[in-house]
């Protein structure tokens, strides 16, 4: 680690690049994590399993503040969550094994592809649409649930489909997540809207819940091989939490789509940056 | 609609529309909402009350943080000998161990609601979690 000890100029930038981190995954509904690893990793030199631990620590403590209002608007579906918790969880104890392990490099490789995918996604999203979901269909799961759109005024009912591809995609989301330390709503959000038919809202109540306990799973792997340390992890929760503040409440007045474009290339530049990296080339705009 | 069941309200009113069928199913959850708020929010303020005890404690006493969260076993310890680090570490397990705790407490109320096939799973889960827990244990 290059990180001075206990320097308390360090620690006071961490905080903010947590802050930074969370204001935008706020807004892009991706979480600090996201951010919040190649940021350490690549303009602190921070061990990326140090930063994942961190951050699987900082998704969680995000998620305990952030699932309480979509509960309350009963934007979560629990059925739907513990559905596919069962894969999330168990690909990121798989993942965290893994990313232990696993070589920087590696890690730096599929962090990189996590971000190209999610900025090329972020640019395609508002392409795309899904048509209203089927209410009137088989449930026999009984995952079908209702909650108050305010945006539109009266209740929306869904019955999730897809499940047992959904449980597909949550493994490999799990993996990822217990790899990178990111929550993996980055999958599962357009995996639960796109495949079974979720509304965006409800998928990112449910995902928000999910991610939390996904992350606890990643956590407690990190813990055991001592890649949690506190002073990496106290500045970025403090961060974070008043970062997601504020990004809240930008995004009620910036229409977050209007900066999707620059997001992308946020995430494009640090994705492409991670991939110079993983195969230990100077990128030319570091060099 | 043929996804209703005989325990949902408004089986008896054929005018009720799909949407209020489903609605009302997910208002049956409400007292599995209403714990899981419960246990996030009282999770979120008892750990963040740690965390700042922690951190102003290192702050008076000119402690500096450990570089590596102790294990279990010794985080009660260093938190009985008034370490600030002990404290840290304690409020960082209290956050990890919040979303195990909601777990469970789904896994209950869904249980005392009549559904045992997502008590179930919510059980699995915690099986899932409590094996990464097991590893944690054994550092």
């Known amino acids: 680690m290059t990180l001075s000890p206990h320097d308390p100029i360090t620690l006071i930038a961490i905080g903010v690049v947590a802050a930074v981190a969370a204001i935008l995954g706020s807004m892009l509904g991706l979480g600090g994590g996201v951010f919040l690893v190649p940021i350490l990793t690549l303009f602190f030199g921070i061990d990326p399993k140090f930063a994942v631990g961190a951050s699987a620590v900082v998704v969680v403590t995000n998620s305990v503040v952030g699932s309480t209002n979509h509960l309350r608007i009963r934007f979560t579906n629990p059925r739907l969550a513990m559905l596919l918790q069962i894969a999330t969880a168990a690909g990121a104890i798989a993942g965290a094994l893994y990313g232990v392990v696993a070589d920087p490099r590696v890690i730096y490789g599929v962090f990189g592809g996590v971000l190209i995918y999610a900025a090329v996604s972020m640019v395609i999203r508002r392409e795309r649409s899904v048509s209203a979901p089927p209410i009137d269909t088989p449930d026999p799961l009984r995952l079908g649930a209702a909650f108050r759109d305010p945006a539109i005024g009266s209740d929306v009912g869904y019955i999730p489909g897809n499940a047992g591809w959904g449980m597909g995609v949550g493994v490999g989301a799990g993996v990822i997540s217990g790899m990178l330390g990111v929550g993996g709503g980055v999958v599962m959000v357009p995996a639960m809207n796109l495949l079974m038919r979720v509304p965006v809202k409800a998928a990112v109540g449910t995902s928000t819940f999910m991610v939390g306990i996904t992350s606890v799973a990643t956590a407690f792997v990190f813990y055991s091989q001592g890649f949690i340390d506190p002073t990496l992890v106290v500045p970025a929760i403090v961060g974070v939490f008043l970062g997601g503040q504020i990004g809240s409440r930008l995004t009620r007045r910036i229409r977050a789509q209007r900066l999707s474009l620059l997001f992308s290339l946020i995430l494009l530049y640090l994705g492409v940056s991670l991939l110079f990296r993983a195969l230990e080339i100077p990128a030319p705009w570091q060099a | ?139």
């Open chain 2, 1 to 139: 609609m043929n996804h209703q069941t005989a325990d949902e309200p408004g089986m008896e009113h054929p005018e009720v529309t799909a949407t209020g069928l489903l609605a009302a199913r997910t208002e049956r959850l409400s007292p599995l909402y209403d714990a899981a708020i419960w246990t996030f929010t009282w999770g979120f303020r008892l750990g963040a009350a740690l965390l700042l005890l922690g951190i102003v404690m290192a702050l008076v006493k000119q402690e500096p943080l450990g570089r590596e969260a102790d294990p279990f076993a010794e985080v009660i310890g260093q938190v009985r000998a008034g370490h600030a680090s002990g404290v840290i570490d304690l409020a960082i397990l209290w956050f990890m161990f919040t979303p195990v705790v909601t777990v469970i407490v789904v896994a209950a109320t869904f249980w005392r609601l009549g559904d045992r096939r997502y008590a179930l799973l919510s059980l699995v889960v915690l099986a899932i979690l409590g094996a990464s827990i097991a590893l944690a244990l054994n550092r």
